[in-house]
C-alpha cells in the first residue's frame, strides 16, 4: 500500500457541471469587477447626461434650452474619448481585473480576505441531521410507558480536509420523587474534529464513537437499528464502549482481493465503579474524564472478503483504577460480522449481524472493610456477551406493501460472574416486525422472551426517522 | 413470575405476525402469473441509481447485442443485478420474460418509471431513442429467455466530461453495496451536490471509506441528484 499525498478531495473532480458553475462564478466574479470600473466611468457620463438634459428641460421658456452643434460635437468627442480609455483600461486589466495605476488594495481590506479564502473558510458546507424517535414499551412487572428522544447532529465540512461532527442525545428522566416533573436529559453524543492525511487513513480528536466492534459505529441510530432496544451487551449496564473523549486514526484500503478497514483509538478510558453495592466491579463507559493519568488504547481491523460481508475483531487496553484498585486492568476484545445480501430464492434481502465481546478486569476486593455495606467482595472479573441478528425482507414479493415489512429475530446474551452484583446470565430472544415508510422512516413492534425465570419479557413499539 | 399482563401483547403480536408472515409467503411462492401483469411496482424503499443521461450510447447494430452494451454504457449495473453480476439498490432483471414483463411495459418502464410508481427514485431516460429503448427491452427479455447471458460490463472509453460514466457507474456500484452494507439509501435526488459532499465526507470518517470510493460515491450521487 502506497500512501500518495492527498490528491484533492470530492470537490477538486467534480462533475463538468459543476466545474461549469465554479467557472461561471468566477466569471462572474470577473465581470463584477471590470463592471465596477466600468460603472465609475459611465456613472458620471450618464450623470452628464442627464444633467444636460435635465439641464436643457429646466426652463422651457429658456430660449437656450438647446445645445448648439459646437456643443453637441463636443460632447460627443468627450463620449468617444472616455470610451477608448475605457478600452484601454480594460485591456491593460487583464483577467484579474486589476486595473494598472489604480489604487493599490488597503492592508487589512481584501489581504485578510484573500488568506481566509486559501484556507478554504469560505467553501464550508453544513448539514444539519440525525434522528428521532418515539415509542411504547411495556416491560414485565413493570408500567407501561410512553417515550420520546431526539438527536440532532451537525456536520460541518470546513474544506475538502478537513470536518467536524457533532451531535447531542436529548431525552427524558423520570422524576426522583412524585413531586417532581420529569427532567429532561441533554448529553454530548459527538463533538470531534478529523482531518483527512490522503486516501487511506484520516486523523480526529475529540469526543467520538469509539470503533470497538461495529455496532455503535455504525448500526445503532434509531432508524437503522432494525429493533426499538439495543442488544445487551451494548445497552445500559453493558460491556463494550460506544463513545469516548480522546484521539483516533482511521481509514481503508484494498489488500489483494478484500478490503481492510482500520482504527486505531486512545481514550481517557472507563472508570471502574467500586463503591455502588450493585454495580461494583462494573465498567462505567459513561465516565469521559481521565481519573488516573492513564489511557485506553485500542484498535479494530474490518475486513470485507467481498462487498456484502464484513467481519472485525476489536482490541482495548485500560487501567480504569481510582485510588486503592491501582492493580486493575481491564482487556476488551471483540469480534463481529455484518452480511446483507439479496437471495433470490427467498425472492427478498437477508442480513445477518452478531457480535460477541469479553470483557476481563484484574481480580480486586470491593468494599475491603465492609464500610459501604456490601463487602468484602472479590471475584474474577469476566464477562463476556453478545448478540445474533437475522433479518428478512421480502423486497421481491409481489404484494408492493408486502414490500416495506422486515421481519427481524435477536438472540442476546449476557454473562456476569455470578459472586458479582447483578450476576448471572441474562439471555433473551426478540421477534420483531417493521415497516419500512420511507428508506429513512421505520415502524418496529417488537417482543422481547426472556429465557430465564428472572429475565423479563417486553413488548416495545417504535416510530424513528432519520433526517 | 406474572406475565399475565403481557399475555394481551404477546397474542395480538403472534397474531399480526402469524399474518403478515403467511401474507409475505403466498405471495412470494407465485412465479408466474395466470394473467396478464398489471402496472408493477418496483421496490420503493431502496433509492435507484441514477447515471448521467447524457451518455454515447453506442447502437450501430440494435437488438439485444446493443441493448447489452448501452445497458452496460448506462450504467444500469450500478444498481440492477443481472445472472448475479450488478448493484442490489434495485431488483434483479434476470428474469424479466419468466416473470411476464411485456416488452410494452419495459419500455415504459425505462422511458417513465413513475408512471408505474410514482415513488420510485429510478430516473427516466426519456432521451433515448426508439431503437436504444427496444434495444434494452431486448437485452432484458432475452436474459430469462436464453440463460446464461453475459453479465454488461462498464463502458472502458470515458466519455468526454470531467467525471466519466464509468466513475459514475462504479460509485452507484460503491454506494449500493458499501452504504446499502448498513442502512437503506436515501435517493440522491433528496440532497444537493453540497449536502451530498457533507453527507459522503461523514461516512468517509465513520465507515471508512478510502478517498477513491468517497470521490466515486460522490460523482454517482451528484450525477444522479
New interface residues.
Partial sequence: MECFP??G???G????A??ARHEAAGAVVERVNTMEWRNRVYGPVVLLLLSGCVWGAADPNDKDRYVSRQEYEALKKQLADVETRLKAQEKAAGPQGQVPGAEAPQPGTTEPRRKVDRLGLFDT???L?GDAAVGFS?T??QPSTFTAEFNPML???LNERL?F?GSLELGLQGPETNGEGSATDVELDLANL?Y?L???I?A?AGKF?VPFTAYH???D?T??NKLPADPLVYGDGGIAPDSGVGAFA?????WRRM?V?Y?VFVTNGPALITDDPQAAGSLNFDNYNDLNDNKAVGFRIGLLPF??L?VGYSFEFSNPNPPGFETVHSTLHGVDL?Y???I?A????LTARAAWVWSNLSEATYDPTGALGFGPLRFANDRNGGYAELAYR???????F????E?VARYDRLNIPAQAPGGGTQEQWT?G?DY?I???TILK?A?TFGVH??DP?V?ALQFAT?F | MRRTDLNQYRYAGLVVAGVVLGLTLASCSTTERSSPPTAQSRPTMFPIASVSETVDAQTSSGGAAAGQKLFGTLGCAACHTVNGKGGTAGPDLSQEAKKGRSASWLAAQIRNPKAHTPQTVMPAYGNLSEQQVSDLVDYLLSLSAAGAAVAPTLPGRPPATTVSSSEVATGGKRWSQRCGQCHNLRPPAEYDDAQWAVAVHHMRVRVPLTGAEQRDILAFLQASN
Avoid at chain 1, 250 to 254: C, D, E, K, L, Q
Avoid at chain 1, 346 to 349: F, I, K
Avoid at chain 1, 402 to 405: K, P
Wanted: glycine share 6%; hydrophobic share 35%.
Fill in positions: 492527498y490528491r478531495g470530492p470537490q473532480r467534480v462533475p463538468s459543476r466545474n458546507n453544513l448539514l441531521t411495556k414485565q412487572d456536520l460541518w465540512q470536518f461532527e478529523t483527512l490522503n486516501d487511506y484520516l480526529g464513537s459505529n455504525h448500526l441510530p432508524w437503522i482511521t481509514g481503508a484500503a484494498p478490503l478497514n482504527a462487498s456484502r464484513e455484518n446483507v445480501a439479496p433470490a427467498l425472492q427478498g434481502q421480502p423486497t421481491e414479493a409481489a404484494e408492493r408486502l414490500r416495506n415489512f421481519f421477534a416486525i419500512w420511507t428508506a429513512r413492534a417482543y425465570e428472572n419479557e413488548f432519520g
